[in-house]
């Protein structure tokens, strides 16, 4: 309530491209690519309670390298949605009665955008919970042995590699490099290379910390 009367505000965001964002209804013409990878790489996972900040697009670019090339794109871009509806933990989103919903209009028009299969795969699904475990136990003080969604679900064994927790500039040029990986530069922006500057990296170098 602001001076004892309602606001209203309209279903849409503005971007950081500058683009009019409706949720609700979203148009091809304003999902962009850099605006997906910018938002994701400065959100946090677990809603910022990690030891070190670790975003989502990091763990994005982690997932498409854990499924085989037909889905590497759809695991890459899997929480794009997030860009647009932000990122909330899973336990929180289950009381939000018509997030799921948003998220599926949302996703909807970027996998047709970008041309990959939704919902999300088996492969994508194991991949995103490879990750969680394996984020929580790096990453969270209590190393998720207490979540009880193990109790339903099989926790995925334990992977040996860490994780660099890379800097959201660092985050985005990642991101964006493994789209035109997989993708090309078929959507714009211009991918140019002075802004991906993660493209002389060596992926398998880059879990490190």
Known sequence: MIGGNQMTIDPWIETYSGTKFEFLNPKMTSINIEDI???????CRFNG????????????VHCSYLVSPKHALQ?????????YLTDIASPVKQYLSNYKELEKVVMEAIATRYS????????????DL??????????????????NMWDSIERPQQRFFSLSCWL???????????FTELIGNNYGPSLTTDRIYASVWNYADSFRV
């Not at 309670?49 to 994005?60: D, G, L, M, R």
């Not at 695991?75 to 860009?83: I, R, T, V």
């Not at 959201?168 to 493994?178: D, E, H």
Request: hydrophobic letters at 45%; proline letters at 4%; aromatic letters at 10%.
């Open 75 to 83: 695991a890459l871009l899997h929480d794009a949605s997030e860009a």
């Open 49 to 60: 309670h990690t030891k070190h900040f670790y975003s989502v697009a990091e763990h994005s």
């Open 37 to 43: 990878a910018h938002a994701l790489a400065h959100q």
């Open 116 to 127: 990959f299969e939704w919902p999300m795969s088996e492969e994508t699904s194991f991949a």
């Open 130 to 147: 490879t990750m969680l475990s394996d984020e929580a136990r790096l990453l969270m003080p209590g190393q998720g042995v207490n979540w």
């Open 168 to 178: 959201p500039l660092t985050a985005k040029s990642m991101f964006l490099t493994r």
